[in-house]
Nanobody, 122 residues
Framework: QVQLVESGGGSVQAGGSLRLSCAVS????????MGWFRQAPGKEREAVAV???????STMPSVQGRFTISKDNAKNTLYLQMNSLKPEDTGRYYC????????????????WGQGTQVIVSS
């Protein structure tokens, strides 16, 4: 069974940075398309960034140039570097994994973590 455990969330002021991590166990990270999605109170879930098994990355337009998704296959860990944070980035961030990137982007991935909270104050 694949397990995903996120860490690295916290409270920061606008303009600050955070680095989220997602430790993967039960399988190798290289076997999956991995991604991050977030959910703010009262809002729908939205996919933030995706990295395919071959390392190809994509990010949603509102975070392009500010967020970077990456992975370390040796450590079996996924990352999300978030810079120039804005109050609208506030939400709970979840790590996801699936064999298909299509499902990761649809926020319908097979495996999810418990999430880590990010709060950005103005």
């Amino acid at each position: 069974q694949v397990q995903l455990v996120e860490s690295g969330g916290g409270s920061v002021q606008a303009g600050g940075s955070l680095r989220l991590s997602c430790a993967v166990s039960g399988s190798t990270i290289g076997s999956y398309c991995m991604g991050w999605f977030r959910q703010a109170p009262g809002k729908e879930r939205e996919a933030v960034a995706v990295i395919a098994s071959d390392g190809d990355t994509s990010t949603m337009p509102s975070v392009q140039g500010r967020f970077t998704i990456s992975k370390d296959n040796a450590k079996n860990t996924l990352y999300l570097q978030m810079n120039s944070l804005k109050p609208e980035d506030t939400g709970r961030y979840y790590c996801t994994a699936d064999e298909r990137c299509y499902d990761v982007w649809r926020v319908a991935a097979r495996y999810w973590g418990q999430g880590t909270q990010v709060i950005v104050s103005s």
